[in-house]
């Protein structure tokens, strides 16, 4: 790949981490899921559903279920092995509010995903996620505690 391919690919990767992002705030499940191949892997904290993007979109929307919440990434280190295989490393940082009976809680965290990257059908797809957490505050009494969001 030239130089010019390799930016161009590094920006739509930047992209599709910025439209994945933006749908997991606003439960876009039908956008969230379209970023990821249908054989993608997750693992994270408390979260390694297996069986690829359905298996994971089924645990996304169980655990966000009535949760709001922002996410940050940002300082991404992407590299582009192929034509069509790339990964990335980009620090997070995560806010997540939530009910327990009348009582709100919240969860802060701070940490890092592992990516990779395939083309499909001309496209840049995540194909796999590690989430990994630094550190981790909540509120206390909180039943999530320690948790992170496996998002």
Request: net charge negative; with cysteine.
């Amino acid at each position: 790949m030239t130089d010019l391919e390799k930016l161009v690919a590094i920006n739509e990767i930047h992209c599709l981490m910025a439209r994945r992002v933006r749908a997991l705030d606003a439960h876009d499940w039908e956008t969230y899921e379209a970023c990821h191949a249908e054989d993608h892997v997750s693992a994270g904290p408390q979260w390694n559903p297996g069986g690829g993007r359905k298996a994971m979109m089924d645990a996304l929307k169980k655990n966000m279920d009535g949760i709001r919440h922002i996410h940050f990434v940002h300082s991404p280190m992407i590299e582009i092995l192929s034509p069509t295989e790339a990964r990335g490393f980009w620090t997070l940082e995560d806010y997540l509010y939530w009910k327990q009976g009348d009582e709100d809680h919240w969860f802060h965290g701070w940490g890092h995903y592992d990516d990779t990257y395939g083309v499909r059908d001309g496209q840049w797809l995540f194909t796999s996620r590690r989430l990994s957490y630094m550190r981790k505050e909540h509120s206390p009494g909180s039943r999530r505690e320690g948790e992170g969001n496996g998002s």
